[in-house]
């Protein structure tokens, strides 16, 4: 029997990344391991979902991440129109699909977030 734990995402900028996913998608850390050269932070968002994102940062890199083209994460949204002009305002919608019910957002490193409203394909 498996259950589901984590995404990891590697980061070159862990302050700035905690910022964008507090700003953003109101994550918060719920708790943090720190090693010699790199620190995991867990990440989780307001709904206690047993679901959470772990952010890896590795203290001495000095290259960006290829983050690919087609990883991404999901998050749904109850006002997804609210949640839209957020991320406009932000500046930080990289794909507009708003026609087909979904937008995609990219963090700090060029990962990719679709946002879709909770009940979307249902």
């Given at each position: 029997?498996?259950?589901?734990?984590?995404?990891?995402?590697?980061?070159?900028?862990?302050?700035?990344?905690?910022?964008?996913?507090?700003?953003?998608?109101?994550?918060?850390?719920?708790?943090r391991?720190?090693?010699?050269?790199?620190?995991?932070?867990?990440?989780?968002?307001?709904?206690?979902?047993?679901?959470?994102?772990?952010?890896q940062?590795?203290?001495?890199?000095?290259?960006?991440?290829?983050?690919?083209?087609?990883?991404?994460?999901?998050?749904?949204?109850?006002?997804?129109?609210?949640?839209?002009?957020k991320?406009?305002?932000?500046?930080?919608?990289?794909?507009?699909?708003?026609?087909?019910?979904?937008?995609?957002?990219?963090?700090?490193?060029?990962?990719?977030?679709?946002?879709?409203?909770?009940?979307?394909?249902?």
């Open positions: 029997m498996f259950k589901f734990a984590h995404n990891n995402l590697n980061v070159s900028d862990l302050p700035r990344s905690l910022k964008f996913y507090k700003d953003a998608l109101n994550l918060s850390e719920v708790s391991l720190e090693f010699e050269d790199f620190t995991l932070v867990y990440l989780a968002d307001s709904f206690n979902s047993q679901h959470q994102l772990e952010l940062w590795f203290k001495n890199r000095q290259t960006p991440y290829d983050v690919g083209e087609n990883f991404h994460i999901a998050f749904t949204v109850k006002n997804f129109d609210a949640a839209y002009e991320h406009k305002n932000m500046n930080c919608i990289c794909k507009d699909v708003k026609d087909l019910g979904i937008y995609f957002i990219k963090d700090p490193d060029g990962y990719l977030i679709e946002v879709l409203p909770e009940n979307w394909g249902k």
